[in-house]
């Protein structure tokens, strides 16, 4: 872009208006916004280095409806989300040696994280991917310090959250003890006593 500029010059009956063009000059950004934007990439490092996991996705296409839900889904579920510039989550990503992904960071990309059930932001946003047809898209995530193919992601999509196979495998060990304490009722019962009753025997 270049800059017109007015000049005067003289000559024969006078004076003549003229004009030049001189190349613009463009302002390099100043040390506050280089700062700022160096504690963004610090921050987001930061973040990412310390989560259990993250997934990034293209969100171009949802309604403020849609994404105000998500928000308060993921927010419930203990999950930080926000929209990031590409070219800062670019510096910070190859800060945690996550380089690979530097090729799908274009377009429009928010970053959700947690520090918590490692299986609930793959799980909640490759939903909500599947519920918007193509309108929302996970473009890639990572857990514990690796990054995952997209086919990985969407199979651990379909496992139940943390607190599911806590509850699952909670239910299996009591599964035996539960069937240990129906057959001493029954048989106290038939006795006409009953487990609330019984007494310890005598030592």
């Given at each position: 872009?270049?800059?017109?500029?007015?000049?005067?010059?003289?000559?024969p009956g006078?004076?003549?208006?003229?004009?030049?063009?001189?190349?613009?000059?463009?302002?390099?950004?100043?040390?506050?916004?280089?700062?700022?934007?160096?504690?963004?990439?610090?921050?987001?490092?930061?973040r990412?280095g310390?989560?259990a996991?993250?997934?990034?996705?293209?969100y171009?296409?949802?309604?403020?409806?849609?994404?105000?839900a998500?928000?308060?889904?993921?927010r419930?579920?203990?999950?930080?989300?926000s929209?990031?510039?590409?070219?800062?989550?670019?510096?910070?990503?190859d800060?945690?040696?996550?380089?690979?992904?530097?090729?799908?960071l274009?377009g429009?990309?928010?970053?959700?994280t947690?520090?918590?059930?490692?299986?609930a932001p793959?799980?909640?946003?490759?939903?909500?991917?599947?519920?918007f047809?193509?309108?929302f898209e996970?473009?890639?995530?990572?857990?514990e310090g690796?990054?995952?193919?997209?086919?990985?992601l969407?199979?651990i999509?379909?496992l139940?959250?943390k607190?599911?196979l806590?509850?699952?495998?909670?239910?299996?060990?009591?599964a035996?003890?539960?069937?240990?304490?129906?057959v001493?009722?029954?048989?106290?019962?038939?006795?006409?006593?009953?487990?609330?009753?019984a007494?310890p025997a005598?030592?």
């Amino acid at each position: 872009m270049t800059v017109l500029c007015a000049s005067l010059s003289s000559g024969p009956g006078g004076f003549l208006l003229g004009a030049k063009s001189i190349p613009e000059v463009k302002s390099l950004p100043n040390a506050k916004v280089l700062s700022e934007k160096q504690a963004i990439v610090e921050a987001l490092a930061q973040r990412i280095g310390t989560a259990a996991s993250g997934v990034l996705v293209d969100y171009k296409g949802i309604t403020v409806a849609e994404d105000t839900a998500l928000r308060r889904e993921l927010r419930a579920a203990g999950i930080e989300y926000s929209v990031v510039k590409n070219t800062l989550l670019r510096f910070a990503v190859d800060k945690c040696g996550y380089n690979d992904f530097d090729s799908i960071l274009n377009g429009t990309t928010s970053l959700a994280t947690t520090q918590g059930d490692p299986i609930a932001p793959i799980r909640i946003l490759s939903e909500h991917a599947k519920k918007f047809n193509n309108k929302f898209e996970v473009k890639g995530g990572f857990m514990e310090g690796k990054i995952l193919p997209l086919s990985e992601l969407a199979e651990i999509a379909q496992l139940p959250g943390k607190d599911a196979l806590y509850s699952k495998v909670l239910g299996t060990l009591l599964a035996p003890i539960t069937s240990l304490a129906v057959v001493l009722g029954q048989i106290l019962e038939q006795k006409g006593g009953s487990l609330e009753t019984a007494e310890p025997a005598a030592e």
